[in-house]
């Protein structure tokens, strides 16, 4: 049986190659402090038998809620191989230097946001208006001028997901008979497989 991160991986790369829009997409789901379920669509920086890595700010409500409540859910989909996977698992907050290098090759403008985040106003603060958020991200961009002078924000880590439930959908728009498994890590480190009526 073929574990289901190596099926994640696997369609996820032929997304990638396939130029699919949703390629590096994913909606995460936590739950809020009056338990209602917040999802948000957040870009996958890496998938592997270690699990899923996203780079985030430590102060973001995403953090805040798995802390207050660690159940979250994340779902791709990815429409050029009619694929989805739902993911729940554990996580853990991390540094590393993959996400320095990455941050160094982000454009000027992706790391000026992630500036505005820690120099200017946090991420889904309120704003009297849209004009009050383009005057602050004005006044970060004047303050660093020269990209060279941007440094990666010590609030910026990497947010890991380590699966221990995996459901896969693999459509089948021809007849229809679609292809649903739920897949469960077991004490021993294996997976079950149960395959449900899609």
Known sequence: MDSPID?????????KAA???NGPFFAMTTLDEFGFPMSRTVTVREISAAGI???INRVSPKIEQLKLNPAYELLFFWP????????RGSYEIFENEDQRRSWEQK???GKLYDLFQVEGLAQSSELPSREAYLETAAEIRARFPEESSL???HEL??????PDYVESWYGDMKDRLHDRRLFR????????EQVLVP
């Open 157 to 162: 880590v990497c947010l890991g997901f380590q």
């Open 185 to 192: 890590l077991q004490g021993d480190g294996n997976w079950s």
């Open 107 to 109: 454009p000027y403008a």
């Open 80 to 87: 050029s191989q009619l694929r989805q996977f739902r993911v």
């Open 53 to 55: 890595v996203i780079y």
């Open 151 to 153: 440094e990666m924000p």
């Open 7 to 15: 099926m994640l991986i696997d369609s996820f790369q032929q997304a």
């Open 19 to 21: 130029g699919d829009t």
